[in-house]
């Protein structure tokens, strides 16, 4: 009797390890003349419980359902982060291709000659200054920029990095300047006279910004269209003529899709750009879930599905992280609902060189444009911004309420303020019956209080007719985004605080 239980035991075992199958490991291990105590924490059980479900091992080697459970969470997790990573380079290719179809590349200046409204879906956009948005291609060798006096804008690479500013903040002074843009590797002659840019990527984006001026956004674009010239370094002698397309009131998106497409977006700048412009960890999430420069983005159906899946998860981890901010010191004030939109600078670090992941995940998840200017100290330069997406009691703004933000007297800048409302799905400005969902320092009709105070309503329907109202939709959140442009020192010491959005009945 006792053979066969030990033969059994042996059969047992030899199964075990053949099929895959967890076997209880001996109470207590053999006894050898090399033996060594192993610590606590290294040796894995049997089976262990985890959110995946019970994992099986024969002393440590997985079986075979195991492995498929370990290795679907794996990719998994690496296409979420992947996605969350490529959140940047997404949203510049959403832009990128829809700007695109309205001409090629660096001759081809869409500008909105009438201001932005809420027919277009961009990424948080203000509605007070003409923007112009084109793009750049450096594949066939350095280009020349010529841009226009008195506007405020930066280049971006492919990478959605700041590469330098254009403007009243840029190297130019707001005086208007040639900038020698050369692409990435390039080892030619730099001729003087130029503004020289070195970019690590072939394709950037060029935003600027220009003013009105007594309420008339002509002046602005007439410069920008008597100065903007964009031509390859080889052809300065002969430039070729710019196309300015005004695209006030268009109906179209350059918002990133949020489904299996996004993929596709990555792998279109993975294969276009040096895989030197970007660091080896971020490239390796890539690689990991199939998008590789060089070679064909072709996922199976089992990868299919789970890269369809994490950009389900990915977005909705981004909007926990932006609506639900667990960082505290993404809040400007104690115990208030304003936050920043750049936690930890425009680099986005927690400390010089470690990435701050959930602000650079909540500023690329709401905008667009990353410079300096937009979050350092630069007192009567530049903007600064305070974004909210819930009321003082830290609840989310309903369309179907009613509210009330109060501004203090003396609103602390030197050129303009404003405040603008934004839809919480698309992260592009409400669409409403008002044209411009947004009140500011600029409008003429605004109403300020007796002691320069300004108060603001949100909600269906104006409280009054001689009121600062924005209109809201029912069944629909919102966030709004107050800009201060100029700011001055009471922004910078909080002397000067805005007001909680309030319910009001």
């Not at 079986?63 to 982060?81: G, I, P, T």
């Not at 650079?360 to 444009?369: P, R, W």
């Amino acid at each position: 009797m006792m053979q066969k239980t030990k033969l059994a035991t042996a059969i047992a075992v030899t199964c075990g390890l053949l099929t895959g199958t967890a076997v209880a490991k001996p109470a207590k291990p053999a006894q050898y003349k090399m033996t060594t105590a192993v610590p606590a924490g290294i040796a894995m059980p049997d089976q262990v419980k985890t959110r995946l479900g019970t994992l099986k091992f024969f002393d440590g080697f997985p079986d075979d359902a195991s492995v498929e459970k370990l290795y679907d969470n794996l990719d998994f997790q690496r296409a979420v982060q992947a996605y969350l990573l490529a959140l940047p380079a997404v949203s510049q290719v959403a832009n990128r291709n829809e700007i695109l179809k309205l001409g090629p590349a660096n001759t081809t200046v869409p500008i909105f000659e009438n201001r932005m409204d809420s027919k277009s879906l961009f990424l948080t956009p203000n509605t007070e200054t003409p923007y112009s948005w084109m793009w750049l291609d450096l594949k066939d060798g350095p280009i020349v920029l010529e841009t226009p006096p008195k506007v405020l804008g930066a280049i971006n690479d492919m990478w959605f990095r700041w590469v330098v500013d254009i403007g009243l903040t840029g190297p130019d002074k707001g005086e208007g300047g040639k900038y020698l843009i050369l692409p990435p590797g390039y080892n030619g002659d730099i001729p003087e006279g130029y503004i020289v840019v070195k970019s690590p990527t072939f394709s950037l984006w060029a935003p600027w910004r220009s003013f009105v001026v007594d309420g008339d956004p002509k002046p602005g674009v007439d410069l920008v269209k008597q100065h903007t010239r964009v031509y390859r370094l080889a052809d300065a002698a002969n430039p070729p003529q710019m196309n300015f397309v005004n695209v006030s009131g268009k109906d179209f998106s350059t918002v990133a899709p949020a489904d299996y497409q996004f993929w596709e977006y990555l792998n279109q700048v993975v294969q276009q750009e040096p895989s030197e412009s970007l660091d080896p960890v971020t490239l390796g999430y890539y690689a990991s879930i199939g998008i590789q420069k060089g070679k064909p983005f072709e996922p199976d159906a089992r990868m299919k599905k789970i890269l369809t899946e994490a950009a389900t998860v990915g977005d909705a981890t981004a909007r926990a992280n932006a609506y639900r901010m667990r960082q505290q010191e993404a809040f400007y004030y104690e115990g208030s609902s304003w936050q920043l939109p750049f936690l930890g600078g425009y680099k986005f670090e927690t400390q010089p060189g470690v990435r701050n992941l959930d602000g650079y995940n909540l500023y690329y998840f709401m905008a667009t444009g990353v410079t300096p200017a937009m979050e350092s100290k630069m007192v009567g330069q530049g903007s600064q911004y305070a974004w909210t997406a819930k009321d003082a009691k830290a609840k989310p703004l309903d369309g179907g309420k009613n509210y009330k933000l109060h501004l203090p007297p003396n609103i602390p800048v030197k050129n303009f303020w404003s405040v603008i409302l934004y839809d919480n799905q698309t992260r592009s400005m409400l669409q409403t019956d008002q044209q411009f969902p947004s009140i500011s320092s600029q409008n003429k009709d605004l109403v300020v209080n007796a002691d320069g105070s300004v108060d603001i309503y949100f909600g269906l329907k104006a409280p009054s007719d001689k009121v600062n109202w924005l209109q809201t939709v029912p069944g629909k959140g919102w966030n709004t985004i107050l800009r201060l442009y100029g700011p001055l020192d009471p922004w910078f010491d909080k002397s000067w605080r805005p007001g909680e959005i309030e319910q009001v009945k």
